[in-house]
């Protein structure tokens, strides 16, 4: 007997998208920006995040969760800022997911909050598939780990909105090729915008924070905006970022996208 | 490698509809698969049958169809096919273009059932 075919359509991820449009939906009814980061492990997101969450928590209300596959040392890092950090301890799971995002939250007001950074595990591959409910992902790339970057991970630049060129303060160091690095940052993703930072002198972080207030502006614009009606279809429909086009880079670093 | 963790996502997926459907013997699932999915064919095809074990979907095969990346290329005014995911350019015109419309799939679509 021939087998029977029965046709279905299912998101295989189906429940973390619906989980992430409901967080998307939370925060954005509550006035909260979401920010992710990702990156390999050691591009210096945490260096970043602490510098970020020090000078915005005079700002405004910025919180920060960290996932780690073990030990709370980032959460200790970041939490110096004096900002509410709190570490996601994955385990064995290479990546966060929305689930875990909801978790750790309950029992924060998300009203008091205005900014929420999230930084992910240290991994370029995984996180890639799953949505958290952020407005925008960063992917993090250092001068030293090589320009070609964007084109041995090209799915993690694709599914950011944004790419931060870390410890450019190395760059002479590490001979890095910024013009080569930024065009396989367009080729990736064209249209990428793309900012370069160094958490360690500091050059850049004006213009990196400059980015995250229009985004905040952006993003509270979009508070009322009720997203389409949930689709289980593709992974192709994921819910709606904000609209990066109309987010303008500060100017002096500008992305260089190509003609 | 998150790869596990999708192929146990795939058998739950695949068993609940079977469930509702009278609980038949599935032979196999068909799954379509992007290259943005973020996930890997060799190692998914691995998970699978590690996933599989002790289910009502052991011994089963999983069938997965790569779906390419398409793009809208604004120039042409049309969808165009993305050989490469390292250059997203359109490829009658050169364009570059991110407006992806297919290739992010992760997509359970059939199962064969013994009738």
Redesign the interface.
Known sequence: MTPRLIEVRQNVLKQNDLLARELRSSFRDAGVTVLSFVSSPGAGKTTLLEKLLTELHQKMNVAALVGDLATENDAARLARSGAPVRQIVTGTVCHLDAEMIRKSMVDWRLEQIDLLLIENVGNMVCPSSYDLGEDLRFVLMSVTEGEDKPLKYPTIFNTADVAVITKIDLAQAAEFDRATAEQNIQSVRPGMPVLRVSAKTNDGLANLLKFIQTAREAASELSSFTPNEVSTGSGSDRAEPLPIADLRLPAGNAATVRD | ??EL??AL??VD?AAE?AAR?GAPQI??V???L??????VKDALLFSYDIACEGTALAGSRLLIEDVPVVAYCPQCHSDQRIES?????CPGCGT???D????????????????
């Open positions: 490698m998150h963790s999708i996502s795939i997926a509809v459907r032979k196999a068909h799954l379509k992007g290259p943005l999915s973020g996930v995911i390292q250059r997203f350019t570059p273009t991110a992806v419309v297919q290739g992010d799939e992760l997509l359970v679509t059939a199962l064969e059932i013994e009738p």
